[in-house]
């Protein structure tokens, strides 16, 4: 379940393989904090700043159970989404996926998704951690503090796990105090 069948998707959705020995089903992956990016028709939301701007946590909700009957129904099981970075850096290549530069408000509207998502997949919060860099997001190696890191860049994926119980974490390609997201025993 660590790695995809092929690197492209297939009918829009990227896979994993079953794996038939402990019968473990494969992942079925959509992309999308605006809506399930899939080959058939979907609706497109508002980007997740524009979300995040109504501080509207209910209709987040209904937004995560929209999106999350829409990758069910093009045969997903799996939507990528939320992306719960903390906005730093306008020139950051997913700024508009997120909800803003509060570290409270994107927890509380990605607790929102993540509930409305799950009554129907899995939801996987994104980018852990300290991921707001786009030109150097695989070689950058953010060093931050501990206070720092678990006030602006951990605490609302703290609540996606805590709270909204969100399935998986996508770690983000950089590196945080010296070690790779994917590998950083720290984090």
Known sequence: QMHGSSIAPVQGLYETPTNERLGIPGFRMVDGPRGVRANAPATTFPVGSARGATFDVDLERAVG????????????????????????????????????????????????????????????????????????????DVTVDERSLREIFLAQFEKAVKRARVASVMTAYNQVNGHYCSENPHL
């Open 65 to 140: 159970e929209a999106i999350g009957l829409e990758t069910a129904a093009q045969g997903g099981n799996v939507i990528l989404a939320p992306t719960i970075n903390v906005l730093r850096h306008p020139r950051w290549g997913r700024a508009q996926e997120t909800y803003g530069e509060d570290t409270w408000l994107v927890g509380e509207m990605g607790v929102a998704f993540i509930e409305g998502a799950q009554g129907h997949v899995l939801a996987s919060a994104k980018h852990f951690a300290a991921n707001s860099i786009e030109d150097t997001r695989q070689t950058v």
